[in-house]
């Protein structure tokens, strides 16, 4: 769902556009790894790395237990080398950051168990640090680097001397620079090709080279957000089909421990990077890597798993992902992945999935553990941002409770995106559901309870414990949920719980928010919480204009030299939602692009603003320029929930639309 930048569209016509060389269908197989790589990089401490830092790193693997879970790999990312080759041209490790040189170091790290790893250059000069790429020195480097007890090297692509190439592309260049190295280094070293801008379109040839590739060519290096993360892995299962035993695509490092994204989000981005059979390399703090996220022994197992494919989508629906992988011993891996920011039931089918004909299945919850029977239907709530793992296997004779399916305030339409909203001081209808999905026996007696923030109250509206439930019955409990009067407008997590007689307990969840509609009369639109905001700079500003897209850094809201002392400042494109509840009649405004953006002599900037309600465009004001008076615009918005005040670009640079909502009211019932 997240769009592709127009470079991303560009590399993927270059693939279909290209001709594979020559040089590297010399090779028929790829190297003799048995599984995609796993350890941890060096990249965020950038030059700042040392011997000292990288024998800590091994300390620290060793005494945390990640080593003893796969994570054996220790790679330099740059600034290992000396500026300049020793008078044989050889490479020499920088004296002041390797004074042991890096024979020693690997020494040491092969006595913890562990393995070293390296990062080179392909061209002239390495990527950081200053020193000698590998170019017109493969051979002597790859043997130099085998002879020190390298285990891993990481080829970048930097300083490439393309003019040296008379008539080739630059994936005609890779496929004769990279084939040298990987022939010196040997089959027992782990060979990943990383050319992070995808100009060589290495997923076409690089099973004929190396270990790994590759592939996020859009937000590379991988940023720690959930959005980065999200187009990395869309990438990567765009190139399946390139990827296999001894050769993996390599959609980048693993963000756990680093802060940016939630516990959630980093045990989504474990879990799709074991489905894709990815490199499961770290990259933070070796200090703060957390072994409940990316220790998991079980999910590990997955992306080790011997034979080696990529997972595949078995359904992808909007924001709702199927990824099926299948396993040497015939078992399944199948994530269902939540892409959007409301919780979803995400469903998948045994013939979907290809599994085997059998009778029952096995079906294993990786992360809480819990196993139940299902006769082939499977599904989950899943959380906003997350994913729920299985390891799915013929049922054989195991004795397990049939798989259901449990939801708090499940969405009433397929891709609603939004938590619902509960008034403060009400009563809220939100109804639980709880559904046999694996029908291989009836649910007896199943009870349902809920797990409120702090000061709220719920009371079931119907009853909260069912009779028998048969195969692919559901039961539905409707609840009355009340948040304290004084409740902000923020979200909230409401818990739910399930318990029957012979049966686990199964946990489930809702994200919703608790805000209150307007008051009666007429509201300046800058003085109520908004539920959404974009903004092309910065935030939008309350009763000042936009101002340079720091926090609070605006100035009075004037148009045309009129100031105005209430309103909305913001940068288009720019879009501000707010909560009505149904309940409002009216919004009025004047639109104009703020007198900040002129110059003495010349007026800039041109916008539109719109007024949507529920989705639908109820008022737009035509593009107003920097040299007009601001222009009313009124717009009906009865029975609708949300109201969204949005500025667009208008027929000039958007650097200088700085958009006013001037005196922006609302008139509610």
């Given amino acids: 769902m997240y769009r592709r930048t127009a470079a991303a569209l560009a590399v993927l016509l270059a693939a279909l556009a290209v001709p594979v060389a020559s040089t590297a269908q010399a090779r028929t197989v790829p190297p003799s790894i048995s599984a995609p790589p796993m350890g941890w990089n060096s990249r965020l401490l950038a030059c700042n790395v040392s011997e000292a830092a990288i024998k800590n790193a091994a300390d620290t693997l060793t005494g945390n237990g990640l080593a003893a879970a796969g994570y054996r790999h220790v790679i330099i990312d740059g600034c290992w080398l000396a500026k300049q080759r020793d008078q044989q041209g050889g490479l020499v490790a920088d004296p002041a950051r390797f004074p042991g040189g890096i024979k020693a170091l690997a020494d040491y790290i092969h006595g913890k168990g562990l393995k070293l790893g390296l990062s080179h250059s392909a061209g002239t000069t390495a990527c950081s640090g200053g020193g000698p790429g590998a170019y017109r020195h493969e051979a002597a480097d790859g043997a130099q680097i085998a002879s020190w007890g390298v285990d891993y090297l990481k080829d970048d692509w930097c300083s490439i001397p393309t003019a040296d190439f008379p008539g080739q592309n630059v994936q005609q260049i890779a496929q004769t620079l990279y084939p040298p190295m990987r022939d010196a280094l040997?089959?027992?070293?782990?060979?990943?090709?990383?050319?992070?801008?995808?100009?060589?379109?290495?997923?076409?040839?690089?099973?004929?080279?190396?270990?790994?590739?590759?592939?996020?060519?859009?937000?590379?290096?991988?940023?720690?957000?959930?959005?980065?993360?999200?187009?990395?892995?869309?990438?990567?299962?765009l190139r399946g089909e390139y990827a296999g035993p001894g050769s993996w695509n390599d959609p980048d490092l693993l963000q756990a421990g680093r802060g940016g994204m939630s516990a959630r989000e980093y045990q989504t981005q474990f879990s799709l990077w074991a489905v894709m059979a990815s490199p499961l390399i770290a990259q933070a703090d070796v200090a703060k890597l957390n072994g409940d996220i990316i220790g998991n022994a079980k999910v590990i197992a997955v992306d080790q798993d011997p034979l080696g494919v990529q997972g595949h989508y078995t359904s992808t629906d909007g924001w709702y992902h199927v990824v099926d992988k299948p396993l040497r011993n015939g078992d399944h891996a199948v994530v269902l992945f939540n892409e959007s920011n409301r919780y979803a039931t995400i469903t998948a089918t045994a013939g979907r999935l290809?599994?085997?004909?059998?009778?029952?299945?096995?079906?294993?919850?990786?992360?809480?553990?819990?196993?139940?029977?299902?006769?082939?239907?499977?599904?989950?709530?899943?959380?906003?941002?997350?994913?729920?793992?299985?390891?799915?296997?013929?049922?054989?004779?195991?004795?397990?409770?049939?798989?259901?399916?449990?939801?708090?305030?499940?969405?009433?339409?397929?891709?609603?995106?939004?938590?619902?909203?509960?008034?403060?001081?009400?009563?809220?209808?939100?109804?639980?559901?709880?559904?046999?999905?694996?029908?291989?026996?009836?649910?007896?007696?199943?009870?349902?309870?809920?797990?409120?923030?702090?000061?709220?109250?719920?009371?079931?509206?119907?009853?909260?414990?069912?009779?028998?439930?048969?195969?692919?019955?559901?039961?539905?409990?409707?609840?009355?949920?009340?948040?304290?009067?004084?409740?902000?407008?923020?979200?909230?997590q409401i818990g739910g719980k399930v318990t029957w007689k012979g049966g686990p307990e199964i946990t489930s969840g809702a994200d919703v928010l608790a805000g209150k509609a307007p008051a009666s009369g007429t509201t300046y639109l800058s003085d109520l919480p908004w539920t959404v905001m974009t903004n092309h700079l910065g935030s939008v500003e309350r009763d000042r204009s936009n101002g340079d897209g720091g926090a609070a850094d605006g100035r009075p809201l004037t148009v045309e030299g009129t100031v105005y002392a209430k309103g909305l400042g913001g940068h288009a494109p720019a879009d501000v939602e707010f909560y009505v509840g149904g309940r409002c009649s009216t919004v009025e405004f004047l639109g104009g692009v703020d007198d900040e953006v002129d110059e003495p002599t010349i007026k800039h900037g041109s916008v539109e603003f719109q007024v949507w309600t529920d989705g639908e465009l109820a008022a737009r004001s035509g593009v107003v320029t920097g040299d007009q008076p601001a222009k009313k615009v009124t717009a009906s918005v009865k029975g609708a929930t949300y109201i969204r005040l949005v500025a667009t670009n208008g027929v000039d640079n958007a650097y200088w639309d700085h958009a006013d909502f001037a005196d922006a009211k609302i008139t509610c019932d």
């Fill in 354 to 492: 290809r599994l085997p004909a059998a009778p029952e299945y096995r079906v294993e919850d990786l992360w809480t553990g819990a196993v139940s029977l299902t006769r082939g239907d499977i599904g989950a709530a899943v959380p906003p941002h997350g994913v729920v793992m299985y390891r799915i296997s013929d049922g054989g004779r195991v004795s397990a409770p049939p798989a259901v399916t449990f939801e708090v305030d499940p969405s009433s339409f397929l891709g609603n995106n939004r938590p619902t909203i509960l008034e403060p001081g009400r009563a809220n209808r939100i109804i639980t559901r709880v559904t046999n999905t694996g029908d291989t026996d009836k649910i007896n007696k199943a009870a349902v309870s809920l797990t409120l923030p702090d000061g709220w109250k719920a009371k079931a509206a119907t009853p909260a414990t069912s009779k028998n439930l048969a195969a692919g019955d559901a039961f539905e409990t409707t609840w009355e949920v009340t948040p304290p009067a004084d409740g902000q407008l923020t979200t909230y």
């Fill in 186 to 237: 040997g089959d027992s070293v782990a060979f990943a090709m990383n050319n992070e801008d995808g100009s060589t379109v290495p997923w076409l040839w690089g099973r004929q080279v190396a270990t790994t590739w590759r592939t996020n060519v859009v937000t590379s290096p991988l940023a720690d957000s959930y959005g980065s993360m999200v187009t990395a892995w869309e990438n990567n299962m």
